[in-house]
């Protein structure tokens, strides 16, 4: 059973909505929408948010947000609910926390000159301690392999759930990576109708992959946009169809609609987006 912590008192799910039924007035949580990517087993289960005094700091309840790791996961959740979570507990950031962190340590630590960034793999033990970095919400120990931080992100966006890119955008996707030759306009009108948290996030990335592929970089990285694109196509992009034969034959289509995303989003007018951690820091 899945248990959540409020003020110190240890609940069961089924007792927390018990305790509403009983006495709404007394109750000290709130419930919102389920967390589906958790697990089918938390499908029936609504997500616990920890209401808090009015006066307390910012830092205070974020550290109340963070407070039960079964409260909200990075990894295998939505990203609807991650950005949820953060807007609800008072989190003024537009983009996830872990990825504007993770980001950060990728640029703070050489990624962006590293040869391979993003190709080259880590040791899995080193994978399992940054994540558990992160889903301990700890973001201020620095990570200083920016390939530790660079084989996390990608596995952050290759578990949302659903994927960044959504399913009925699928078809559409695989239109533009048809075309013979980059339409900026086709590519930005894509990013335009996707939900504004997709469209967010997938501009913060490119701003990244741009500064790897860019002509000063590129020399010493060696990933270019090709290079990128095969690496991200799979991370952003899920194709629906269960055959086989049908998922390799739309494999080329999806690394070239990712080539168009990096060369075709105005992302680059625009810096990163920046967040003080030391405001949700122990």
Not at 115 to 131: M, N, Q, Y
Not at 198 to 224: C, Y
Request: aromatic share 8%.
């Amino acid at each position: 059973m899945v248990k959540q912590y409020v003020y110190d008192m240890d609940y069961t799910v089924g007792d927390i909505f018990r305790k509403i039924r009983e006495n709404e007035r007394a109750a000290s949580v709130s419930v919102s929408s389920p967390l589906s990517a958790l697990g089918a087993h938390r499908d029936l289960m609504g997500m616990v948010l920890i209401k808090h005094k009015p006066s307390s700091s910012v830092k205070d309840r974020t550290k109340s947000l963070f407070s039960s790791k079964s409260q909200l996961r990075y990894f295998g959740a939505s990203l609807k609910d991650i950005l949820s979570s953060q807007a609800a507990n008072d989190i003024s950031c537009q983009a996830p926390l872990l990825q504007i962190f993770l980001q950060n340590q990728i640029r703070a630590h050489g990624g962006c000159q590293a040869e391979g960034i993003f190709r080259i793999s880590v040791e899995a033990s080193e994978i399992a301690h940054v994540k558990e970095q992160i889903e301990k919400d700890d973001f201020r120990s620095e990570i200083k392999n920016p390939h530790a931080s660079a084989v996390v992100l990608k596995k952050w966006l290759r578990e949302l759930n659903p994927p960044l890119i959504p399913s009925d955008m699928y078809k559409d996707a695989l239109k533009i990576g048809r075309l013979s030759e980059l339409d900026p306009y086709s590519v930005v009108s894509f990013v335009m109708r996707l939900p504004e948290g997709n469209r967010i996030v997938l501009e913060e990335l490119i701003i990244l992959l741009r500064q790897i592929s860019s002509a000063e970089n590129v020399k010493l990285t060696k990933m270019t946009a090709d290079n990128l694109s095969i690496v991200f196509s799979p991370n952003l992009l899920k194709n629906p169809s269960k055959d086989p034969a049908a998922q390799l034959q739309s494999a080329a289509f999806e690394t070239q609609f990712v080539k168009y995303l990096i060369q075709g989003v105005s992302a680059e007018t625009r810096d990163p987006i920046t967040f003080d951690f030391s405001s949700i820091s122990s």
